[in-house]
C-alpha cells in the first residue's frame, strides 16, 4: 500500500476524485461492460462526492457506471436522514446521471440478513467484482463496521458495533441511544478483492488509525491493515492524519510540491469529524 500525503484533506480529495474520473473515461465504460465503483459514506469522502458532482456537470457520465456501497445501519429506513442511503443520494447519487438499477446498497431493514448480505455478494460477482474500491477508516482502524476482530477472510454480514463506535457515531444522533446496534457491512474479504483500493482518512483525530494500518503487525486487531496486502492500494492522508507517524512520515512526498515538514505537527486529541 502506498501512502499518499497532501497538505489538507481537501486536496486528498481532490486527488481522489481526479483518479476515479480517470479511471472511468480510460475505462471506457458501456452499459454491457459497466465501470463498478465501490463507494463508502462519512465526512472523508464528502470532498470526493462533491467533485464528481461537478464533474458530471462538466460532461462526465455516470450512466455506465455500477456501484456497490459498503454498509447500512440495521433497522433505519432509506429515508432516514441518518442512514447511508439518505447519505449517498443527498451528496452524490441524486446529482448524477446513474441508473436507479445500477446503484446498490444494502437493506438495513431486510426480513433476512443472511440471504440479504449473500445476495450482495453474488451480485458483486454477477459484475465480475469491483474495479474501484473507495474506503475510510476509523478511528479504531475499522474499515466500512470490519471492527477489531474482523478477520482477512470475512464477506458481507451482519456485525454488532463496538462500543467505541457506537460513542463515535452517537455525534450524529440527537440521542445516543438511538445510535442502532448493527449494521451490513462487505468483508475485509469483499474490498481486498477489488482491482484497486483507495483509502482516505484524514485529520488529527485519525492518526492513530494511520498510524496502526501503516506500522503495525498485519492482523484482526486492526482490520485496516489488511489493506497493506493489496498489490494495487492507496492510503490517501493529511498532515494531521500523518501526524503520529514520527520518522516515516518524513520520507514522504508531499504532493503540492512544498518541502516535508522538519516536524510533523504533533497529534493531537480531538473528537473524530
Not at 479511471?23 to 463507494?39: D, M, N, Q, S
Not at 488509525?209 to 496486502?229: H, I, Q, W
Request: net charge negative; charged share 20%.
Amino acid at each position: 500500500m502506498i501512502p499518499q500525503l497532501f497538505p489538507s484533506s481537501d486536496q486528498g480529495c481532490a486527488y481522489v476524485a481526479q483518479l476515479v474520473i480517470d479511471r472511468i473515461v480510460a475505462f471506457k465504460p458501456t452499459e454491457e461492460r459497466p465501470f463498478v465503483l465501490g463507494l463508502p459514506t462519512g465526512s472523508s469522502p464528502e470532498g470526493v462526492y462533491r467533485r464528481l458532482v461537478e464533474a458530471h456537470k462538466n460532461g462526465l457520465s455516470f450512466r455506465n457506471v455500477v456501484t456497490f456501497n459498503m454498509d447500512e445501519y440495521c433497522g433505519l429506513a432509506p429515508t432516514n436522514d441518518q442512514s447511508y442511503h439518505y447519505f449517498m443520494y443527498h451528496h452524490f447519487f441524486s446529482h448524477v446521471d446513474i441508473p436507479e438499477k445500477n446503484i446498490h446498497i444494502l437493506n438495513g431493514q431486510s426480513d433476512n440478513f443472511e440471504l440479504e448480505c449473500a445476495n450482495y455478494e453474488a451480485t458483486i460477482a454477477s459484475f465480475g467484482g469491483i474495479d474501484l474500491f473507495l474506503a475510510g477508516v476509523g478511528v479504531e482502524g475499522h474499515i466500512a463496521f470490519n471492527e477489531k476482530g474482523s478477520t482477512r477472510d470475512s464477506r458481507t454480514r451482519q456485525v454488532f458495533l463496538d462500543e467505541s463506535t457506537i460513542r463515535v457515531n452517537s455525534r450524529f444522533f440527537e440521542d445516543p441511544s438511538q445510535v442502532p446496534r448493527s449494521a451490513l457491512s462487505v468483508g475485509v474479504s469483499t474490498v481486498l478483492a477489488a482491482k484497486e483500493v483507495i483509502i482516505l482518512a484524514f485529520g488529527f483525530a485519525k492518526a492513530e488509525a494511520v498510524k496502526k494500518t501503516l506500522l503495525d503487525e498485519v492482523s484482526s486487531d486492526c482490520p485496516s491493515t489488511f489493506a497493506r496486502e493489496h498489490t494495487n492500494s492507496q492510503l490517501i492522508i493529511d498532515t494531521g492524519s500523518a501526524s503520529g507517524l514520527g520518522a516515516l512520515a518524513q520520507s514522504l512526498h508531499m504532493h503540492d510540491g512544498s518541502p516535508v515538514f522538519e516536524e510533523m505537527p504533533a497529534v493531537q486529541k480531538v473528537e473524530a469529524k
